[in-house]
């Protein structure tokens, strides 16, 4: 079964340009989530979706960031314009609704996109 | 609100020695507990969980981790190091009845010594 799958691994952009970062969840997970790691502030959830609804999107850092999923197999991060303080590893995972069963709460990573803006 | 502390940011032990990272958590309600390893460049990957049946849970790699309600803890532990153990280890905590969030900890890196 393949995992969660992100794109690109590793970004190198200029300031003031326009990030996308993609995210593929695994099949059949109903839940998709987008997180920031960096030294200072360790892992932040930047929004959560359900059912490709937006859940909670208060941790987003501001009005530059933006997620869409316009369908259960695809997400979006998207950062316009970038800044330096951008720099970060931006984690993509999933996880699976359901009642009860061990696997009910576990949520699966992607490996992650690793974005430096210079 | 729930909160996880992790108590030593760095551990160093031998190969061969115990491993003991220390988690604490906060939860107004019963809580769902996690270990999650990130290696070096790589994503996180689930240890073990805790999801209200036995306290004393056994993961992969040959780590467990004991929940105790009374001291509010969920530390990790295995017997023994071996040097592919090196990595950063993060303990969650998420509230069952609510939406799959995950509240992580600062994270313990991991050094295993020859």
């Known amino acids: 079964d393949a995992g969660v799958i992100q794109s690109p691994r590793h970004e190198v952009t200029e300031m003031g340009q326009e990030v996308t970062l993609r995210c593929k969840p695994i099949?059949?997970?109903?839940?998709l989530f987008w997180y920031r790691q960096t030294m200072m502030r360790g892992l932040e959830l930047l929004i959560y979706f359900n059912n490709n609804v937006p859940i909670d999107d208060s941790g987003m850092p501001e009005d530059r960031f933006s997620a869409k999923m316009p369908n259960a197999s695809f997400s979006t991060l998207k950062i316009q314009p970038s800044e330096p303080r951008d720099s970060a590893v931006y984690f993509c995972?999933?996880?699976?609704?359901?009642?009860?069963?061990?696997?009910?709460?576990?949520?699966?990573f992607g490996e992650g996109s690793w974005l430096t803006v210079v | 609100a729930q909160s996880v502390t992790q108590l030593g940011s760095h551990v160093s032990v031998s190969e061969g020695a115990l491993v003991l990272l220390r988690c604490n958590y906060s939860?107004?309600?019963?809580?769902?507990l996690f270990w999650y390893v990130q290696y070096p460049n790589q994503g996180l990957q689930l240890l073990l969980k805790y999801t209200s049946a036995a306290t004393l849970v056994k993961g992969i790699n040959g780590f467990e981790a004991e929940f105790k309600k009374s001291e509010t803890s969920f530390h990790l532990t295995k017997p023994s190091a071996h040097m592919s153990d090196a990595a950063e280890y993060f303990c969650?905590?998420?509230?069952?009845?609510?939406?799959?969030?995950?509240?992580f900890g600062s994270g313990t890196q991991l050094t295993v010594l020859p």
């Open positions: 995972a999933s996880s699976l609704a359901g009642t009860g069963g061990m696997d009910g709460n576990t949520i699966y």
């Open positions: 939860s107004s309600v019963p809580p769902y």
């Open positions: 969650a905590v998420s509230d069952p009845g609510s939406a799959r969030q995950l509240t």
């Open positions: 099949s059949g997970h109903d839940y």
